[in-house]
């Protein structure tokens, strides 16, 4: 067994050098390559110093984002402007139940939201001293099928939009009343075309 194992040792020690090679990256580089590999790492510095453009979609996207923060201030002030309006809106309707009181009494007094479109054409409308005003020549209802508003044909080629929630009908009289004043209607007025 001594034996096997020196001839072992013996040939591994006698074939080591066939099979070492020399290697090409062993050897001095020439000035030329060093002159190419100093050039390379100059550039790669130069590259890695230089501030980088905004490619075409980064410059896109900031247009794209500059524009929506410009429409998302435009609509929050818009909004604003709602809430106001509609604060204020709420503001002048608790009053509204006020307006009624001229007619405290008069319990046979019907909404006209509900009423059909053609009981409702060619009625006067009357305001709250009982000053004729006009008739109604036109309704406008709402995706329900309640009236919202009316027209009504004041004379003198005139026609004037007048709220729903502004109107009662007197079934007693067969006419509507307003709460509103011959003046404030007149100042609602628009010509007819």
Known sequence: MKLLLST????????????????????NPTPAERAQTNQLNQNADQDAQAPIAPSPSEADYAAK??????????????????????????????????RWDA?????????VDT????????????ARGGDGIGRIRDVDRNSAGRVIRVSVSTG?????????DDLRFDPVNREVMTDLSRHEVDGMAHPRF
């Open 65 to 98: 984002k500059a524009d929506y923060d410009r429409k998302m201030q435009e609509y929050n002030e818009r909004h604003d402007a709602y809430e106001r309006e509609r604060d204020r809106y709420r503001a002048d309707r608790a009053g509204y139940v006020h």
């Open 156 to 164: 003198e080629g005139t026609v004037t939009w007048i709220d729903a």
């Open 103 to 111: 007619f405290y009494g008069y319990r046979a007094f019907r909404d």
């Open 115 to 126: 009423m059909s479109g053609h009981s409702l054409i060619g009625l006067r409308v009357s």
């Open 8 to 27: 072992t040792a013996v040939l591994m020690l006698a074939t080591a050098p066939a099979f070492a090679q020399v290697s090409p990256y062993d050897t």
